[in-house]
């Protein structure tokens, strides 16, 4: 079946403006993480859904950003003011419920972002 | 805070010889532990997991990991590389009481003609 989707692929920004970053997961998928990617810096973990709620949101860099999760799939990471430092690859990721023991997540091709 | 290190954050090796990718994460009582791959512009992939029994897991294309739980380790082997496996490599742990994964900085793999 098909896997996870993320749009744009690429976005380019000017500095203080507005971004929506979409993720659409795998059916099925209850759990839903964004990740940001930086050169040489791994995976930054952002925030976490489970269903429509998100009970992990602490690794959100500032009150700039912002996710939200509609009818237990698509998820839109919000970034308001972009900075410069925001520029990243943001990668999406879908699981079964994390309480499964077999537990996987399945990730997006990700989207750049870079604010100019 | 669970953390993991990925000790070399770049690894050059010629097609066809030996490679290691070092993995070590802080202690728990219960870890799941993975290895995922990423090729050029393209999301993680996973590679093989370990969750319990036993410690040496292997993936459908020659990798494999063992879990040494006295060294806090999941070194990612394999005995011959080709081009092809030129990528990214991330290690993560999963502590048992959370649901949330910590991702190592990722190891680059550079396999040379």
């Known amino acids: 079946g098909a896997g996870v989707s993320q749009s744009p692929s690429n976005k380019v920004t000017e500095k203080g403006k507005d971004v929506e970053l979409r993720c659409d997961p795998i059916s099925g998928h209850t759990a839903l993480y964004w990740y940001r990617q930086s050169l040489g810096q791994g995976l930054e973990f952002l925030i976490y859904?489970?269903?429509?709620?998100?009970?992990?949101k602490s690794g959100l860099p500032s009150d700039r950003f912002s996710a939200e999760r509609t009818g237990g799939s698509v998820s839109t990471l919000t970034i308001q003011r972009t900075q410069q430092e925001d520029s990243a690859v943001y990668l999406c990721a879908s699981s079964f419920s994390p309480g499964v023991v077999s537990y996987e997540q399945y990730f997006g091709p990700g989207t750049r972002l870079t604010v100019t | 805070a669970q953390s993991v290190t990925q000790l070399d954050s770049q690894v050059p090796v010629f097609e066809e010889a030996p490679v290691e990718l070092r993995c070590n994460y802080s202690?728990?009582?219960?870890?799941?532990l993975f290895w995922y791959v990423q090729y050029p512009n393209q999301g993680l992939q996973l590679l093989l997991k370990?969750?319990?029994?036993?410690?040496l897991v292997e993936s459908i294309n020659g990798f494999e990991a063992e879990f040494n739980k006295s060294q806090t380790s999941f070194h990612l082997r394999k005995p011959s590389v080709h081009i092809s496996d030129t990528a990214e490599y991330f290690c993560?742990?999963?502590?048992?009481?959370?649901?949330?994964?910590?991702f190592g900085r990722g190891t680059s793999l550079i396999v040379h003609p």
């Open positions: 993560a742990v999963r502590s048992g009481g959370s649901y949330i994964p910590t």
């Open positions: 202690s728990s009582v219960s870890v799941y």
């Open positions: 370990y969750l319990s029994g036993s410690t």
């Open positions: 859904f489970q269903g429509n709620s998100a009970p992990d």
